[in-house]
């Protein structure tokens, strides 16, 4: 995406001078707010949208029919009122993508076997539960069988964590697939990402590695705070109401700052929390 603008009635500025580069065969997180501009960013990238300022292309071309064809995109929301049989909707799909029914059966079933789905294959969409409408979709987007970017928006909501586990493994494993994915589950993107980028009322305010991982301590107000800012393992100090927030450069560094406050008078309590660096953005960390 190259100085990508979009905006709504004339008003609204979705997006603003955007630009953003996601690597072939790697997983990219998109984080942010609600409204921050995610969903606007992946219609504009999978060519829901059409009209916007700017330049998106995929490997070094403009969006075509053969480039669509291999783009699979789990959208947001569920099918609470869709009174088809699953499998029967999931067939549809399959015919979408021109796979043949026997051919579309093995992969239904095997998906199905690998995420506890089997069961429900031949009940109506609206009589199963939000998780298990969001893995029809799952499903769904593994039919196409040119597939190679996976737009994944919101995939794990409504799963419990077990699931969640199972099909970020899945998606983990899909060696030879671009995914950008955007979701609320910090810890997940965590994991599955190499590096993302975080909007912000439109705008892109960020860009990490996943690698860089960050610890802080946090302590009662009362401790003086001279010592502390000299030690050359403390990278920020942040004090609040009610505590002081020490960013640490790694988690050995804790045995010595924990020595330092034990000997300080006024000492009362100390706690250590190791945060993934997306959920430390996300929160406004280091901003």
């Known amino acids: 995406m190259e ?7 004339k ?10 580069e996601f690597k072939k065969n790697k997983i990219t997180g998109l ?15 999978t060519n829901f949208i059409e009209s916007y300022k700017g330049t998106v292309t995929f490997d070094g071309k403009k969006i075509n029919k053969n480039i669509r064809q291999k783009i699979s ?9 869709n009174p088809m049989r699953t499998i029967t909707h999931l067939y549809q799909m399959a015919s979408l993508y021109q796979v043949k029914k026997s051919k579309a ?4 079933y095997d998906l199905s076997k690998k995420i506890d789905f089997t069961q429900f294959l031949k009940k109506p969409i609206k009589s199963l539960s939000k998780g298990n409408q969001q893995k029809i979709k799952f499903i769904s987007i593994l039919l196409n069988p040119n597939v190679e970017i996976l737009f994944l928006d919101e995939p794990f909501d409504g799963l419990d964590p077990i699931m969640v586990n199972k099909i970020k493994k899945i998606f983990m ?11 609320h589950r910090m810890n997940v993107v965590q994991e599955m990402c190499d590096d993302f980028y975080i909007l912000k009322d ?8 996943t690698s860089e991982s960050k610890i802080y301590v946090s302590f009662n107000k009362e401790i003086p705070i001279k010592k502390i800012k000299l030690l050359n393992y403390v990278s920020n100090i942040k004090k609040t109401n009610k505590e002081i927030i020490l960013e640490i450069k790694d988690i050995k560094d804790f045995k010595k700052l924990n020595k330092l406050l034990i000997s300080l008078n006024q000492f009362v309590w100390c706690s250590i929390k190791e945060k993934n660096i997306a959920e430390s953005v996300f929160e406004g960390y280091g901003e």
């Open 3 to 9: 100085n990508v603008s979009k905006i709504f009635n």
């Open 11 to 20: 008003k609204t500025k979705a997006l603003q001078n955007v630009n953003m």
């Open 31 to 45: 984080i942010g707010f609600n409204g921050s501009g995610k969903t606007t960013t992946f219609n504009i990238l």
């Open 73 to 81: 995109y789990l959208s947001a929301g569920a099918e609470p009122r």
């Open 105 to 108: 059966k093995k992969i239904i």
């Open 173 to 183: 494993e899909m060696k030879n697939t671009t995914i950008i994915v955007t979701s």
């Open 202 to 209: 439109g705008i892109l305010i960020d860009k990490k590695k």
